[in-house]
């Protein structure tokens, strides 16, 4: 999808495709550092930097969701948050990208310049089976704080949640174990302004249609950027690619 234009509107969030005040802003303020997000359905985005940089999510399998898988993609670096088919799929790729996934995320990594925090959590924190175990990143780029919570399926400790600290894009999951009470209190704690559903198309409409500050996008892309982050937390939804 091409970027065409950034909306600057009442929300304050910079979209792709968008009109503001009977006209189309043709790029955007050189001051700014803009991040791009494309998403491939799923939990599969790509976070790229201004410089470029670009981060690849829970990429899936062929036929192990509800979408096309996407090709021609190259990012730098990959983000596996469990070992499934529907989110482990690193070759899905055309190059040998940096791969953090498993006990690899976990900890603080740096890669490409970029300082990606992993926080795993276990369904059952007794046994601690790395069967079982997601890992929830957390990075910074062009500004804006990150968190990708994956496939969680349960509470992460307050401990956790306090290491992971305040962000600014959330990406939750939309359906899965995680209760409607647990989703609101992990955004509490990290108290997003922007707020991405992942999951199928009707598991992130389900999930918006709870909030009133919802914003819809007309594509499958956004941009962002630190300046345009709304003044309250608002769901992004993406159209399905």
């Not at 234009?5 to 955007?28: H, N, Q, R, T």
Request: hydrophobic residues 40%.
């Amino acid at each position: 999808m091409t970027v065409r234009a950034l909306l600057f509107a009442p929300l304050a969030i910079a979209l792709s495709g968008c009109f503001w005040g009977g006209s189309v802003k043709e790029s955007a303020p050189t001051a700014q550092r803009i991040v791009r997000i494309d998403w491939y359905g799923q939990q599969c985005f790509r976070i790229k930097s201004a410089l470029g940089i670009a981060v690849l999510t829970n990429p899936f399998a062929p036929g192990t969701t509800e979408f096309s898988a996407p090709k021609n993609l190259a990012p730098e670096i990959i983000l596996v948050s469990t070992e499934k088919p529907d989110a482990n799929y690193v070759d899905l790729v055309d190059n040998t990208p940096h791969i953090l996934r498993g006990s690899v995320g976990v900890g603080t990594n740096t890669s490409s310049g970029l300082r990606i925090l992993g926080v795993p959590v276990f369904k059952n924190p007794e046994t601690q089976d790395v069967g079982d175990m997601n890992v929830i990143y957390r990075w910074s780029m062009d500004g804006l704080r990150f968190c990708f919570l994956g496939q969680l399926g349960t509470l992460p400790p307050p401990a956790d949640l306090q290491r992971i600290g305040r962000v600014d894009v959330l990406f939750i999951p939309a359906s899965g174990t995680l209760t409607g009470a647990q989703r609101q209190q992990i955004v509490e704690a990290l108290q997003p302004r922007i707020i991405v559903p992942m999951g199928s198309s009707g598991a992130v409409s389900r999930y918006a249609s709870g909030y009133t500050a919802v914003y819809r996008l007309s594509g499958s892309a956004a941009l962002l950027s630190r300046d345009s982050l709304p003044a309250v937390p608002t769901v992004l939804v993406f159209r399905a690619p």
